[in-house]
């Protein structure tokens, strides 16, 4: 083969590699509702990581998070809760701050807690969407009270008119 043809060819060879190589395997997270997600958790907190270890996870690096739980929205938990986490964000890893509040949504596996980055979010979001307003039946009472309240002042009022009316009064 010609020494031209030959480059050309190794030129061509790493354009066409790419060209039929498929696309990258990303982690991507299931496109579902976070109140999905959290009924399908088995726990669920809103925490802050004290730190973590690296443990080696069965071929996939790990890291097993320690958290300290500020409150408590799904399953049974301590004061603090281990959760495996994958070391690598191919395999759903994320690197979780210390003394940051995130939002845990962890299944079991084994005897411990695990969840990738898509259970990793929002703490202010994990609670909103768990959090009913308290106090909706009182705050009815009361408006109901406050309405009967001002429709029997308004009907006195119309009967005192009429009756003041009917007597041939000039009283307002």
Do not use: H, W
């Amino acid at each position: 083969m010609p020494r031209p043809l030959r480059a050309a060819l190794l030129a061509l060879l790493p354009i066409v590699a790419l060209a039929l190589a498929g696309g990258a395997a990303a982690y991507t997270c299931p496109q579902t509702s976070l109140q999905e997600r959290i009924d399908q958790a088995e726990i669920v907190f809103v925490g802050r990581s004290t730190g973590f270890r690296v443990i080696p996870g069965g071929g996939i690096p790990q890291r097993v998070y320690t958290f300290v739980v500020d409150q408590q929205v799904k399953g049974g938990l301590g004061r603090t809760v281990a959760v495996r986490i994958p070391a690598r964000a191919a395999n759903g890893g994320q690197r979780i701050p210390e003394d940051v509040a995130a939002g845990v949504l962890a299944g079991r596996v084994g005897a411990g807690y695990f969840t990738t980055r898509c259970g990793i979010t929002d703490p202010g979001a994990v609670l909103a969407e768990v959090d009913e307003p308290k106090g909706n039946a009182i705050k009815l009472v009361i408006g109901l009270l406050v309405l009967a309240a001002v429709l029997t002042y308004s009907v006195r009022r119309v009967r005192r008119k009429q009756d003041a009316a009917g007597r041939g009064s000039l009283a307002p």
